[in-house]
């Protein structure tokens, strides 16, 4: 009886271990296009649940910015997820007015579900292979930085990803 309950603790273990796979979209940009979650499977993804009215959501557009800039060009996409914000011509109003830099996805009631988001901001670290690395809940004053952390790490332990631009760094 004891070996049964070892085998099952460890595999319940293992299993926890094994990062989840993220629910696959397909989901209009601002500019029209669509972004498809399987273009991105190969890349870093930092994926933010937000809305134009959530005041935590706006407070982290200025560290969402850094990012974009400080990553792109290693291959890491950042993109947020507007919902329940209006159509997407109200959505692109507010992308000019607090200057997003990044992607921004038109969202629905469908991919909150999918992902089991049920309060704003929430945000996901999505590595190579879409599967989540880290999800982050709500807003603290170290979630840029752990986010950064974990883009660092996902750096180091996966191939090149696809897109990422090579530097001579001499």
């Known amino acids: 009886m004891r070996a049964l309950i070892l085998v099952c603790i460890l595999f319940a273990t293992a299993t926890a271990q094994q990062p989840d796979s993220v629910p696959q979209f397909s989901l209009p940009q601002l500019d029209g296009q669509t972004l498809r979650s399987e273009d991105l499977t190969d890349k870093i993804v930092v994926l933010d649940f937000w ?8 407070s982290e557009i200025p560290e969402f910015n850094k990012m974009e800039k400080d990553y792109s060009s290693r291959g890491v996409k950042v993109i947020g997820l507007a919902v329940q914000s209006g159509w997407a011509s109200d959505i692109q109003k507010f992308v000019k007015q607090y200057n997003m830099r990044y992607t ?6 469908d991919t909150v579900s999918d992902f089991g988001v049920i309060s704003f ?4 670290v999505i590595g190579p292979g879409w599967k989540v690395y880290k999800k982050y809940s709500g807003v603290s004053e170290t979630k840029a930085a752990d986010i950064r952390r974990d883009i660092e790490t996902l750096l180091k332990t996966s191939p090149e990803p696809k897109g990422a631009k090579i530097t001579n760094e001499d």
């Open 121 to 124: 901001p929430n945000t996901y």
């Open 104 to 109: 921004v996805l038109v969202g629905n009631d």
């Open 51 to 58: 809305a134009t009215w959530c005041e935590n959501c706006v």
